[in-house]
């Protein structure tokens, strides 16, 4: 009878960590897994005069990590350099030459973020 209790008490236990687990690579959880370090990612610099600004509208980002994970693929790109806004959900993003916004948008889009507007 005790072992009973115990089996199904782990079974519970399993079943919820499994939930939480999806939840989580699914990028639908309180957190990303970034380690919740509050270190933010360092700004880019643009070598030469900035000749275009854009707003990307990103959804699904939940935590410092998701934002920092975002930044450091946009800021990956040669000629653009982005700030990252979590209470506003999105990018601002800075030109020093012209790039497609598919380009960004793939590369967000890589992360399990979807790009829901650009302005």
């Known amino acids: 009878m005790g072992n009973a209790i115990i089996i199904a008490v782990l079974a519970v236990i399993l079943i919820i960590a499994i939930r939480s687990s999806i939840k989580h690579l699914k990028g639908e959880g309180g957190c990303c897994g970034g380690g919740g ?3 933010k990612e360092p700004d880019k610099k643009l070598s030469v005069t900035v000749i275009n600004t854009k707003v990307f509208k990103i959804d699904g980002m939940h935590c410092e990590s998701c934002t920092n994970r975002v930044k450091r693929a946009i800021n990956s790109i040669d ?15 800075k030109y020093d030459k012209e790039v497609a916004d ?10 399990g973020y979807k790009v829901i507007a650009v302005q």
Request: hydrophobic share 45%; aromatic share 0%; net charge positive.
């Open 37 to 39: 370090s509050s270190i």
């Open 102 to 111: 598919e380009t960004l948008v793939k590369q967000i889009d890589n992360l």
């Open 79 to 93: 000629g653009v350099s982005a700030k990252l806004d979590l209470r506003k959900k999105q990018a601002i993003v």
